[in-house]
């Protein structure tokens, strides 16, 4: 149950004219309504407890940002379309590390999905939301990234991105600055960090050498420790042997740095945890190493830290928990043990592997399957867990997991024909029973699952590059929050992801969408049908949604 405070709250009018302007973006096309959103009057957020809170990337570069036939990207290779939002992502055929770093604002929104007020990461400049010139951008038009974590008492909100300018090519793939793999076909140097929005309103960021070559792609802060637990993944490159390449993967603790980005001088990466798949009984071979802890998100219940892996041909794509007493799973599956403390340390380092010791398991219900053998997708719930993002717990007895969908883009009369046909894309309900968790069903109806939509500001036709309609279509749900209500009820909200026309399907414009479910439920409610609250703009992508700092949930 969510509390919005313990006195009706009474809206910020000061706010209006803000969030006129900064909600145009919306309904306007690319370049047509200037560069950048209004953030709130004051410099800070203006946050009213129980709200949601969406990140959102907004796409500043413009055509002359690159020239097609002279500019060489970071990997060497020489672009072949101008800096233009609708072609730009065409590079990609060029530079499978392609990428350009946006500016990242939060937008707040009544439950009802009401635009209330909306505020811009900083980016460098000097404000009174964050200290000194601070900054963190995100990669666009990385699908993996943003999501947004309120922290165990709702004192904070926290995410992930880069330390680097707006309109910086290819940095989500960049090393960084104390973990330098000379493989790296992207060698340039970029911190990633934690980002925290508090009560108060105000940023602050505390930058991390964890996940060269790759993305933090979550993060969520323990406010009994005071420590930032992290998902992600590292590794751009053909050799593993760096120090703190493999190091710095998957779960990884950051501590809070309390001072301005320029002061901070970040150490090694801090992992807490790894998995191996030689765990699983039977299984002797290990995969490559690292990429079993590729993982897409990570959720804090019940002192207890859970993880997704969401991708990759390597390890198993599944929901997995910390175990720091190291009896919870002897062979690899099991469900945490009662009281177990949290990490406030590294993991043990093991010599053998390079890597972390081996103290994750897989938690007992869901896939053991290895993801390389897996074919056919959306088949079943026990053998389709290759696209897993976001999680939260309704109780302790109730799990849902969000589904990102199977990317695939194919189309024929009028809609995207793979993602029309899933049945476990969106968000799925699964239940504790007998000390393991069976899946019930998914949350689905009403997204629209490959059928296409038009968005305000995108080309009309079919891109001659893909070959695909320039209007996209929605394939899943990558991050989502909820909460419990007094009548039993669950209200869920998601962000979805799409596949369409644009040459990179993580750049089309996507969804933020609403669902309310019946908490004690095991088969699917007739009811149960989503609402779409937003649908971004030609140049925008929703990522992440969370309610605000100061929100009390109690569960």
């Known amino acids: 149950m969510i509390d919005r405070s313990s006195h009706p709250v009474r809206r910020r009018r000061s706010v209006v004219i803000g969030i006129a302007t900064s909600f145009a973006l919306s309904a306007c096309v690319v370049g047509a309504c200037g560069t950048g959103t209004a953030q709130a009057a004051s410099g800070k957020a203006s946050l009213v407890p129980g709200d949601l809170l969406v990140s959102r990337l907004h796409y500043t570069g413009t055509p002359d940002l690159i020239t097609a036939g002279q500019t060489v990207l970071p990997t060497g290779a020489v672009a072949i379309a101008d800096g233009g939002f609708t ?281 053991t399957t290895a993801a390389k053998s897996i074919k056919t997708p959306d088949t079943g719930a026990s053998s389709n867990s290759s696209s897993l993002g976001s999680m939260w717990f309704a109780d302790a007895n109730t799990l849902y997991v969000a589904d990102a969908g199977n990317g695939t883009a194919t189309y024929s009369n009028g809609s995207y024909t793979d993602a029309a046909a899933q049945n476990l894309a969106g968000i799925q309900k699964w239940s504790l029973v007998n000390g393991s968790w069976t899946y019930d069903y998914t949350l689905n109806a009403g997204l629209g699952l490959g059928v296409p939509y038009t968005v305000a500001g995108l080309p009309s036709g079919t891109n001659a590059i893909t070959g695909t309609p320039w209007t996209p279509a929605v394939d899943g749900i990558r991050n989502f929050t909820g909460k419990v209500n007094r009548d039993g009820t669950v209200t869920l909200y998601g962000v979805t992801t799409s596949i369409g026309g644009v040459s990179d399907s993580a750049a089309d414009p996507n969804k933020l969408v609403t669902v309310t479910d019946q908490a004690s439920a095991t088969t699917l409610p007739s009811s149960a049908h989503y609402t779409t609250l937003r649908t971004a703009a030609a140049g925008d992508v929703l990522r992440g949604v969370s309610f605000t700092p100061g929100t009390h949930t109690d569960h």
């Open 87 to 367: 072609h730009v992502w065409d590079n990609v055929s060029v530079d499978p590390n392609f990428g350009v770093t946006a500016p990242v604002y939060l937008d707040q929104l009544t439950p009802r999905g009401t635009p209330v007020d909306t505020t811009a990461v900083p980016t460098g400049a000097p404000g009174a939301s964050s200290v000194g010139h601070d900054l963190l951008t995100s990669s666009f038009s990385s699908k993996s990234e943003m999501a947004l974590n309120l922290s165990s008492s709702g004192s904070a909100v926290t995410f992930m991105g880069y330390v680097a300018p707006a309109n910086t090519l290819d940095a989500s793939n960049g090393n960084t600055p104390a973990v330098i793999d000379p493989t790296n076909p992207d060698s340039q140097s970029v911190y990633r960090a934690v980002g925290e929005l508090g009560t108060n309103g105000k940023f602050s960021f505390t930058e991390t050498n964890a996940y060269s070559g790759d993305n933090g792609r979550a993060a969520i802060r323990d406010d009994t420790t005071g420590l930032y637990y992290t998902a992600g993944n590292s590794n751009n490159g053909t050799g593993t042997w760096v120090p703190g390449l493999i190091y710095g993967t998957g779960a990884q603790l950051v501590t809070p740095a309390h001072m301005p980005e320029r002061a901070q001088k970040p150490g090694d990466p801090t992992p807490v945890g790894a998995f191996s798949v030689t765990q699983l009984p039977g299984t002797t071979k290990a995969d490559k190493l690292g990429k079993d802890t590729n993982f897409a998100a990570v959720a804090l219940h019940d002192n207890v830290l859970y993880y997704t892996k969401g991708s990759g041909s390597n390890g198993v794509n599944t929901v997995y928990f910390l175990d720091t007493t190291g009896t919870a799973c002897p062979q690899g599956v099991g469900l945490p043990v009662p009281g177990a403390p949290l990490p406030t340390t590294a993991d043990a380092y093991d010599p053998t592997t390079g890597q972390p010791a081996d103290n994750m398991c897989i938690l007992a219900g869901f896939s």
